[in-house]
Structures are given as structure tokens and as C-alpha cells.
């Protein structure tokens, strides 16, 4: 009979509460910012580390989980006489950490020359409840009798039509990060001018520049309408660093869409890292991608 673990890293964002309900095991990152090394959902909550960041000389810095931690985990579930793990790592273009996970798995091969552990690795291509929110959905599956392929199968689909919009409302990280440039930080910080950016497939790209805050949430919602105004079964997500205009993103959307999201959550640490203290993000099902 199969005895199957979940396991995920802190990239995630799924609740605590989702994570025990479901029985996803969640690895932590470790983030360093001026000096001091956070291990996600450990170190502090997510609304403590904006206010570090937003209070920090430096910005963050974020260290792959290595091959070693992977390998350990793997033989804990062997010892326990797990059958299957399905695993989902943060996006493999944003961080080694799946080619970490790669490797762990050679390793158990030398630590458990007997074992029989199947390691289903998957890549979700993106980050956040993204992934996290189909994670717990293909948990309740499996506990429901799902088989393992058709299970993994949905959310590959599903992972394939996800698509997020960034409205940052500060640049400092994102411009270290690389996903805005340097020349359109400082023009942001100067003159009010906010970039507004999609992220697919792991990738960020500036598809449009506003000026002024109040022109963010609708600029948002406008670009969602434009790349899934017409998909049937369209659904949406809002992560948020808890800002006040996140209030004003769902209050909006509900107007736009017609109805609620599907979850409201906090960006990570891992997250937050990269886009900042002070951002909101639309998720939404978008058209499946060749």
C-alpha cells in the first residue's frame, strides 16, 4: 500500500494551518539581511521581516537548501517507510535548489543503497501560493484516492497557465535583483513612476510604467483583463506585503471579476526578498502556454 509525503520548501507560502491540515512538509530557507541569518517561518512572521527589510541598511540575500538537507529529509521518509514523496521546489530558474534536490538523490542512493523511495521532482516554473495553493489541492486529492500521475498531470496543467502581475510601490530589491533596472529604480523613486510586471514562467518582464500609487491597482487589473479576460475558468489569488492597498486590490478585483479570490496571502521571505517590502500581486488562471 503507498505511503506518500509532500514536500515543498518555504517558497511556497502556505499557511501553517494548510500546511499541518494537508501534511506538507515545508523545508525553510535561510535569509541574510545585515548580518543576521532568518530561517523562514522560523526566524519571524512574514509582516516582522517587511518591517526588518523596510528598517535594513542592506537588502536581503537568500542560500539554496543544499543536497545534504534534500538527502536527509529523503531518508527520513525511507526509515519511516514512505513509498512516494512528491516533491516541489521553488522554480528551478530562480535558484539552484532544484538542481540540489537533483543531487540529493544520488546521494540517498549511497545512504540507502536498499531503498525504494519513489522521488516524484517537480518544477512549478513560478513561486509563492502560486504553486502553493494546487499543492494542498493535490494533497486533499491523494487523501481522497487520486492516483499519483493524475494528480501530478493537473498540476503541471494547472502550473503551465499561471501567470502573476507585480505592482511594486518600492524598487530598492527589485532592482538589486535584477528584475527591474537600475535607471528605472531611481526614475521610480524620483518622479513616482511605477513599473507594472508580469511574472510567467519564472520570467519578469515590465509590461507598462504608471505614475502615481493610485494608478497601480487599476493598471493591474486592466493588464489581467487584457491576457484572460476570456478564459472560462478563471480564477485569481492576491498576495500582498501588508499595505494598505491591498484592501484596494480586492476590493477591486471583486468589482472587475465578479467575484472572490480563491485565497488572499502574504508574499514570504523568499519572496518578498526579490520583490520588496511594500508590493501587491494579482495571480490569476490564465491561457495554457505552449
Not at 538523490?105 to 509563492?128: A, C, F, N, V, W
Not at 502553493?132 to 498540476?155: S, T
Not at 505592482?167 to 535607471?183: D, E, N, T
Not at 500582498?240 to 480586492?250: D, F, R, V
Amino acid at each position: 500500500m503507498s505511503k506518500i509525503a509532500i514536500l515543498t520548501d518555504s517558497s511556497c507560502d502556505i499557511p501553517q494551518e494548510l500546511a499541518e491540515k494537508y501534511g506538507i512538509d515545508i523545508m525553510g530557507f535561510h535569509i541574510l539581511l545585515d548580518d543576521v541569518d532568518y530561517v523562514e517561518r522560523e526566524s519571524c512572521t512574514n509582516i516582522e521581516f517587511y518591517d526588518k527589510m523596510r528598517a535594513a541598511k542592506g537588502i536581503p540575500s537568500t542560500a539554496a537548501i543544499t543536497p545534504i538537507q534534500f538527502c536527509e529529509q529523503y531518508c527520513k521518509y525511507v526509515d519511516e517507510g514512505y513509498t512516494d514523496v512528491i516533491h516541489v521546489p521553488i522554480n528551478k530558474s530562480g535558484s539552484s535548489t532544484y538542481n540540489n534536490a537533483v543531487m540529493a538523490q544520488g546521494m540517498l542512493r549511497e545512504e540507502r543503497p536498499e531503498h525504494h523511495l519513489k522521488i516524484h521532482l517537480i518544477d512549478p516554473h513560478t513561486y509563492s501560493m502560486v504553486f502553493g495553493w494546487y499543492l494542498c489541492e493535490m494533497a486533499r486529492k491523494l487523501r481522497n484516492g487520486a492516483e499519483i500521475p493524475m494528480v501530478i498531470h493537473e498540476f503541471e496543467d494547472k502550473m503551465n497557465r499561471m501567470e502573476i502581475i507585480l505592482g511594486p510601490y518600492s524598487l530598492k530589491q527589485m532592482k538589486k535583483s535584477g528584475r527591474i533596472s537600475a535607471a528605472a529604480a531611481v526614475m521610480g523613486e524620483l518622479m513616482g513612476i511605477r513599473p507594472i510586471i508580469t511574472l510567467i514562467d519564472g520570467k519578469t518582464k515590465v509590461e507598462g510604467k504608471v505614475r502615481g500609487d493610485d494608478k497601480v491597482v487599476p493598471a493591474m487589473i486592466e493588464l489581467c483583463k487584457k491576457r484572460a479576460g476570456d478564459v472560462e475558468d478563471f480564477d485569481y489569488m492576491i498576495g500582498h506585503t501588508n499595505i494598505p492597498q491591498a484592501a484596494e486590490l480586492e476590493k477591486a478585483c471583486k468589482k472587475a471579476f465578479g467575484k472572490d479570490p480563491l485565497t488572499t496571502f502574504t508574499l514570504g521571505g523568499v519572496v518578498s526578498a526579490n520583490t520588496g517590502p511594500d508590493t501587491l500581486a494579482l495571480v490569476y488562471v490564465g491561457h495554457a502556454r505552449d
